[in-house]
């Protein structure tokens, strides 16, 4: 049995198969809607993933709550106290204060348990970016690195991990201030589909915008075209409810790479509240962000 174990939140979006596979911890952050607040857990035990984003559909607006120091205590201590240190890859810092809260609690578990080694990565990824460099660092993990080589080698990569996303419904991100509310309308009287992508700092940056939904997907292969080094790595794809456009994305990636492992999940409640039904995430290791 490794001698630590990786924590990581449900921003992650890995699903339930693919958590038990990696024998990771994920942490619950939550999501309020309809006044009631849930913990997103990967098996989408208290709310099922479709209900939710018809719920956004028909004009629901759900908002979200980040993990805070409790809870990493909460969820670090009896691993430190069953004699495991810990890792935690917790979503960007950019996007959410869930690190800033896994580094207080790790400060403090420090002082309990000087013995024990815990470490935080802001990993400045989100959705199955953060996914899919957890399902790296877990791969490192099971080539005998110690925890201090796994927690470098996440800290070298992070900046290799390659988001790209679109929306469908540019209100999302209007009521998240990611666009103003001309660019909205506009955009969608119009047609018009933002191609996003997650900086190095570990925010939401628009960096290109095409004509229409099938424009949009094919923009995301363009840009994995253009910075894709390491064809042997699996390929992370996570969508709004919406499969079969995830599907296409996938086909156009084996189709133009070559890549034949690809993964597909849903975007969970923490980051489908913000960009909505209609999403669709692509991540890879590229040259750069």
């Not at 802001?122 to 790296?136: I, N, P, R, Y």
Request: glycine residues 8%; charged residues 20%.
């Amino acid at each position: 049995m490794s001698d630590f174990v990786i924590l990581t939140d449900s921003s992650a979006d890995l699903s339930a198969d693919m958590v038990r596979q990696l024998g990771v911890e994920v942490l619950p952050l939550q999501f309020i809607i309809q006044g009631k607040t849930y913990a997103n857990y990967p098996d989408n035990r208290e709310m099922e993933l479709h209900h939710f984003y018809e719920l956004l559909r028909a004009g629901e607006v759900a908002t979200t709550a980040a993990v805070n120091m409790g809870d990493y205590i909460q969820a670090m201590e009896p691993l430190l106290q069953a004699g495991r240190d810990v890792l935690v890859l917790a979503f960007s810092s950019g996007l959410s204060t869930t690190c800033n809260s896994a580094v207080m609690a790790a400060d403090e578990l420090k002082s309990r348990y000087p013995e024990r080694r815990i470490y935080v990565v802001d990993t400045l990824c989100a959705s199955l970016g953060q996914g899919l460099l957890v399902w790296l660092a877990v791969r490192e993990q099971r080539r005998g690195r110690s925890i201090e080589e796994v927690r470098d080698w996440a800290e070298a990569n992070k900046l290799h991990l390659c988001h790209q996303f679109t929306v469908d419904d540019l209100h999302f991100l209007k009521r998240g201030g990611r666009v103003s509310a001309t660019t909205a309308v506009v955009g969608s009287m119009l047609q018009i589909k933002p191609v996003l992508h997650v900086d190095n700092e570990g925010h939401l940056i628009n960096i290109a915008k095409a004509r229409g939904r099938a424009a949009s997907l094919k923009a995301l292969v363009d840009k994995m075209e253009a910075t894709l080094t390491d064809r042997e790595a699996p390929v992370f794809i996570s969508h709004g409810d919406c499969l079969e456009d995830a599907e296409t994305v996938a086909n156009m990636v084996r189709e133009r790479f070559g890549i034949q492992d690809i993964h597909l999940n849903h975007i969970g409640p923490v980051i489908g509240a913000h960009a909505g039904p209609g999403t669709v995430a692509l991540f890879y290791l590229g040259s750069e962000r």
